[in-house]
């Protein structure tokens, strides 16, 4: 469940010079990401060496926001938020061929264990027209994105030796899994919020935001005793993402109001490098193809303004 604390600020006295609001807000949260790279640095031999999947992710969510209003039109709004990964899905897949063909290698391992962050500022100018019923703002701001995978429980579904190989095929349960995929997001971003007051006790607000972010995976492979330890191999690219939030919230007291919000992102790469960091202390690379990430978030929560 979801609380928001905030006064009502949109039947407050708009001649007020500051106006503040602080909200606490918890949720559940589902999220998918994904990774793939090419075999060699120019994203041939094959296109698609290694894919990396987490599905259905399910993460309990708490988040704090802050606003700040000067003379009704100067607009500061910044938000953190933690999530603990509570349930999902691993597939670790590996190819011979282009285009996902000649799978040699598949894992599906659990992903129940490891945490989620989302920090952003945003600066704005607000336009509120005479009757106060209807604002939009656009905004300017600055966000920071980690999410942080933990793969166990570990069971081969596919293992196809190579030809050279003088070994027997091994699927089923494998134990000591325990490898982990940091991904960090960072950059700025433009959007716009906007807030309709239906009535007195109810109001309707919006976001939009349009992000570019610097990429960076990092990975500590805990089975290969040929990688080195704690970093494995990590990734960087350019990224850009999409943000929609739509809130409604209701002012039941004097400087209080509850609310339930529903947000949804959805973020991608460009094309990158991919370094791995070899026990021998040789470093190999490769192209980094793309990392895909997508979020949708259900909260309530309670807002005090003053």
Not at 35 to 51: C, D, F, M, Q
Request: negative net charge; hydrophobic residues 35%; proline residues 3%.
């Amino acid at each position: 469940m979801l609380l928001t604390l905030s006064s009502p600020f949109w039947v407050r006295d708009v001649s007020a010079e500051i106006e503040t609001s602080i909200a606490i807000s918890q949720g559940i949260r589902t999220d998918n990401f994904d990774w793939n790279i090419a075999g060699n640095i120019y994203g041939t031999n094959p296109n698609i060496l290694s894919e990396l999947t987490w599905s259905d992710l399910m993460i309990v969510q708490t988040k704090a926001h802050g606003q700040l209003t000067i003379a009704d039109k100067f607009y500061l709004r910044c938000s953190l938020a933690y999530g603990w990964i509570i349930d999902g899905d691993n597939q670790d897949s590996d190819y011979w061929g282009d285009n996902r063909t000649g799978e040699f290698s598949r894992s599906n391992n659990s992903s129940d264990d490891g945490n989620v962050m989302d920090v952003s500022v945003g600066l704005g100018y607000q336009f509120r027209p005479k009757n106060g019923k209807f604002a939009i703002t656009p905004l300017i701001g600055l966000s920071y994105h980690e999410q942080n995978f933990v793969m166990t429980n570990g069971y081969q579904t596919i293992d196809i030796p190579a030809p050279d190989e003088a070994r027997e095929s091994q699927t089923g349960p494998f134990p000591d899994l325990n490898s982990k995929y940091d991904a960090r997001w960072m950059g700025p971003w433009t959007g716009v919020d906007l807030s309709l007051n239906i009535i007195n006790e109810i109001k309707l607000s919006g976001v939009m935001e349009l992000h570019l972010a610097d990429y960076a995976g990092v990975a500590d492979w805990n089975l290969r005793d040929d990688f080195q330890h704690p970093k494995s191999f990590e990734h960087s690219a350019y990224g850009y993402g999409i943000f929609i939030s739509i809130a409604i919230d209701y002012a039941f007291n004097e400087g209080w109001n509850i609310g339930i919000t529903t947000s949804y992102q959805d973020w991608s790469t460009d094309s990158g490098k991919s370094r791995t960091y070899r026990s021998d202390g040789a470093e190999l690379g490769t192209r980094f193809n793309e990392a895909n990430w997508d979020s949708l978030t259900a909260e309530a929560g309670i807002t005090y303004s003053f």
